[in-house]
């Protein structure tokens, strides 16, 4: 009971940060959320590619105790990718690629705009 507990959290924390890093760069102009959100953007690339998969996903099946759905390359399936397919016609590597995108485009927006704060 306690691990479906945690897991509903570390699930609407996930779900959180994932909003947070999606909509930050637009929403944000201090400097240190701006930094900070330039640290998330790579180390969930970084985990991405050290891991071949989210951390967090990993834990939320871990504290389900549910059978882990696998994606075409082996990997944990994600709630987000899993919903999405679910709604839209889309596969798991479109997601990822625009996953991607999306992290280097906003890490970008970012970059712009700490350059735009340090001019002044």
């Not at 959180?16 to 102009?29: A, D, E, Q, R, S």
């Not at 970084?46 to 994606?71: D, R």
Request: some cysteine; charged content about 20%; proline content about 1%.
């Amino acid at each position: 009971m306690l691990n479906i507990i945690l897991a509903k959290i570390v699930k609407f924390l996930h779900l959180c940060f994932f909003i947070f890093w999606l909509v930050g760069p637009y929403i944000f102009n201090n400097s240190k959320i701006l930094l900070f959100l330039s640290f998330v953007y790579i180390s969930v690339i970084t985990g991405w590619y050290l891991f071949g998969e989210c951390i967090v996903t990993e834990i939320e099946y871990k504290l389900e105790g549910k059978k882990i759905i696998e994606n075409d390359d082996g990997s944990s399936k994600s709630w987000g990718i899993i919903t999405l397919q679910k709604y839209i016609s889309i596969d798991e590597t479109s997601v990822k690629y625009v996953s991607v995108f999306i992290i280097y485009f906003n890490f970008l927006v970012v970059l712009i705009k700490l350059n735009n704060r340090l001019k002044k």
